[in-house]
């Protein structure tokens, strides 16, 4: 019987077998053909007028035996609609646009000005892009930000999604953001969401009244016309001009929207103090200043706690309980031998002035966020969940009649 057994074993198998070499020799298990698809890395949105305007990025594989690394070009097309638009770049190249690697969607602000979905309905139908990738807004045009050539990677799309890293969120840089996050928001009770607002800086920053380009002023465009007076200092500074003029990104402000389109726009100081109360921090960085004097806060953790209270009069309270575990990373003054050797030495003083400006500034995106509506606190998901019937006929009110509730604590990590 055993033997019986084993010998069924062994057919099973051969049969595996002999199905997946069928399989192998008579199936391409959906490879691309790179002389014929274009693999669209980002795809930027930008609206005129009746119609878009779709940036996207495409990578461009190199040969072999050229020694090249994989390039990246911008294809420019126009359609009543994005699918329109991206059909154009078959139309224009003979490539077939596949959207399976994009990971990051830029929106211009002549589409935030009006409904987002307007041009994001393409995005969610589409069954090969992934409901992860990133989801941003810009204050020009997508088409300008995805053709900058930036200095962290030759790829614009590549250090935007550096600087919307979960990394970023987790110090409290950057608050990214998810199509399919954002889309939640979206259709959710509260019908608000946020997106950061992508710029491009110069990379170095101007030193009391430097002027020239190779300052770091922040001109890019006239630092680009001035050339180096000899060769010998272009070969001291290790860069040449071009490359000293890239620009680097920046994600530290934050776009509300309320039913699609954008109301607002959160400033990088509120920006981290909305990610203290939302998201998880670790080794993120706070400056405080009391008596002249700044002090850097590293924040090991933060252990926040939102709670919604309503009264029968259809007046509610939000109360948002923060702890913030820190220690010392930096002082503006020298300090003692004993100061240095001990990251939880931190007089109380200084948590108190932080205690004091990170609970005015959650009040600031508290207030903020209530006058343009955008309910980013859930507090309507919040009432629909875990009110009674009766409190829900509030639901479209509940936002004006709420007032927060801060209470802020720092502690030592010692």
Known sequence: MHNLHSRNTVRYYLLLVFALIALFFSNDFGLLDVQKTAIVMAAGVDRDEDSFIVTSQISIPQSSTQGKQT??????SRGKTVADAFDEINAKTGWYPKLVFCDLILLGKSVAEKNVFDALDFFLRDEYLTDNCLLATCDGTAKDILNASALVDPSSSVAIQKV???????VGTALPTSLREFSIGYFSDSKSGYLPVLKTEPQQEQIGNEQNGGSGSGNNQGASQEQPQSGNSSQNSGKSAPETNKPVFSASETALFVNGKRVDTL???????????????????YAVERNGKTSTLTIKRNSPSVKLRVGKDGIASLDIDLTMTSGVLDYSTAQSLDSLSDAGNISKEFFSSAEKKLSGEIHHVFEKTRACGCDVFRIRERLVKYKNRRLRSYQDTILARTIANVNVRFESVR
């Open 164 to 170: 919307l890293s979960s990394h970023a969120e987790r």
């Open 71 to 76: 390039q990246a070009v911008q294809i420019v």
């Open 267 to 285: 400033t990088k100081e509120e920006t981290f103090a909305l990610c203290a109360v939302t998201g998880k921090l670790r080794l993120a960085s």
